[in-house]
């Protein structure tokens, strides 16, 4: 059985930093990508980044390229985004995604966790 558990979430100022966490379990980790969304009140849900757990390969949204990092914790199947430098505009609820690389569509999700951002 997948489960996907997120944490890390919170209030921060902006242009503060905050680190979210993902842990993974039930997955075939050799052939998975995991990504970020988040959905902010009102609006759609919208890609953030994705990390390949073979090889490491990541991809970010403009709007948090060099801002947002992704990595992946292998000895605790845990995949982190670090948020630096954020913005009122990085409110949302972050949710953590997963699929085979093959796939076109995310499969996995997890619950959420919000972030809120004051200015």
């Known amino acids: 059985q997948v489960q996907l558990v997120e944490s890390g979430g919170g209030l921060v100022q902006a242009g503060g930093s905050l680190r979210l966490s993902c842990a993974a379990s039930?997955?075939?980790?050799?052939?998975?990508?995991v990504g970020w969304f988040r959905q902010a009140p009102g609006k759609e849900r919208e890609f953030v980044a994705h990390?390949?757990?073979?090889?490491?390969?990541?991809y970010y949204a403009d709007s948090v390229k060099g801002r947002f990092a992704i990595s992946i914790n292998n000895a605790k199947h845990t995949v982190v985004l670090q948020m630096n430098s954020v913005k009122p505009e990085d409110t949302a609820v972050y949710y953590c995604?997963?699929?085979?690389?093959?796939?076109?569509?995310?499969?996995?999700w997890g619950q959420g966790t919000r972030v809120t951002v004051s200015s």
């Open positions: 990390i390949t757990w073979s090889g490491g390969s990541t």
């Open positions: 039930g997955l075939a980790f050799s052939t998975t990508t």
């Open positions: 995604a997963a699929k085979q690389r093959d796939r076109p569509e995310y499969n996995y």
